[in-house]
DNA sequence: CGTTCCCCTAGGGATCCCCTAGGGCTCCGG
DNA sequence: CCGGAGCCCTAGGGGATCCCTAGGGGAACG
């Protein structure tokens, strides 16, 4: 099998035409690189080297491997050197889950950060939602996210809640926010509802289920949509109310639906944002400074948790 | 240290995204891949596959590493083939030692056998006097030659005769070409000799000088000059007689002095063409090769030994 | 002709390479 | 829900390799 301790201990010895000054050179004795070599001949199947009284004389094999062993070399180098800037954010891919409304808060936001600290990265964001993200990350597809999960358990998996997100109901008329949503109100509200594709796991929807459960109640939504955008403008437009979280609520009124308004519910409910990842893992160096920048910055527009 | 074999591995493992399957694609068993890729893992200090429950998952490290990775085997195969193509004649440069006026004696053939047989090569004849090739193949910057040898000793060369060519004196005189010719005519005869740098070493000025003196002479040269050449051109003006290799006057005479002639010398001398390379060495396909083409050339002009 | 230089071989200790055996986790089908 | 299958892991051991020191021998040089 060729290594590239031959081809080093070859090239050493070629530069030098000298077996004890190659082993000088490497650190080693000289019986060593004497070794190294002639087990390289014996792999090729050519001398590369004529053993004359004093010193070594390299054979035409030798003139012609010598540039190739030179280019594995540098090869050799050049990936490691690949990975080190790898290593120190120099380049490479950072790949980092998030929650799919993370662009209302501040995700455009986490990428610059990134990118001014670390101009040579690529970033990528990955998740339409959070159960998307969780199913990447359950599949190894996805090292460390930033997702809303619902309770705190989930099979094998590392969840650090670093933010809560209260849920608030937002509404077109000005007489249903006069005071906090309650369970018996909500029930009785013609909603608009976001995440469609995911109303079973969406995590704001369990806890807005679960809070109508326990009063004893089991509403349906009247409208199903995918988009946050979509539910607040249809709010907007009086066609139903909706239940989002304060931040999205915050950030989208004023632009979809000017005329509506947000009020708590009672009892207040939240959405937690945590830091998740496989239960054990050692975290990558890239994975880490997602994790801080990604909860510096939410934390500065959430209530800490 | 880096090795080609973690490399091997980690690009099997990546590409079938198995450890297992990989090990079975290497022929090993599945904890000695693991044991590669972690160890470079360790080495690169980034972590290249995620395990995940079944399977592994690339990283984004994993990513970038591939392509150099790729990049250093590729560059591997390509020396091993290249030495390999050197090993079948296919490429690669052949080094052989010849005599000085082995351009009288075919060695334009010799390189055109050569060519004709391996198009890919390089030829280098090396030598411009026997001696000077000795001189090489004593440091080793040749491998094998053939060479006039005066006698069949030399410290530490293994020599094999394989012709010899008689020594002839040559003539412009008509009446001094009717008999043989012996030492005492040639002691008393104005001569030219070739060869003036190696004068002393000369296989066949040795043999000549050697016949005159057992007859009690120690003659001089009247002229001395370097090429074979410039001596036949000499006699054949007739400023001078000339003593040279059989085959140089049959070659040189009709050329450069038509009216010259020969004889031989009385007793008849030798020059003994020999293969020459280092006692003990083990001698490279390429030069056996030459070894075996110069003699069956030169076996077919000269008489063989 | 002795000294120096340099390569070689010999032999042994440490390391590594790769194996088998067995444990734990995940996924899937009954 | 539970057993089987698939896949990765660790543990431990045999054999090869790596690298060392010690010493021999040939070539170069004063």
Redo the contacts with the bound molecule.
Sequence with gaps: ?L?L??LT?FLA?YE????????EEL?????????????LERHLGVPL?R??????VPTTAADTFRPHAERVLAAADEAQSAVASIRSFETGTIRFGMFGVARLYGGAGLVADVLERYPGVRVELVGRHSMDVQENL??GHLEAAMIAVAGLSS??MAITPIARDELVYVSADPTRLTSPMTAKRLAEAPLVMAESTYRDSDSARIVLRRMLHEAGYNPGTRIEVEDVETAVELVGRGLADTVTNKGAAVQLLPRLAPDAGWVSLRPRLYDTLAIVH??GATLSPAARLMIELATQRIQAIIEPV
Tied chains: 1, 2.
Excluded at 51 to 56: K, L
């Design positions: 099998m290594s301790h031959q201990c010895t030098h035409r000298s077996l004890t000054r190659a082993a650190g080693y004795a000289q019986p060593s690189v004497s070794e190294q070599v002639r087990t080297f053993r004359v009284g004093r010193g070594v359950r599949r099979e094998g496989r239960a």
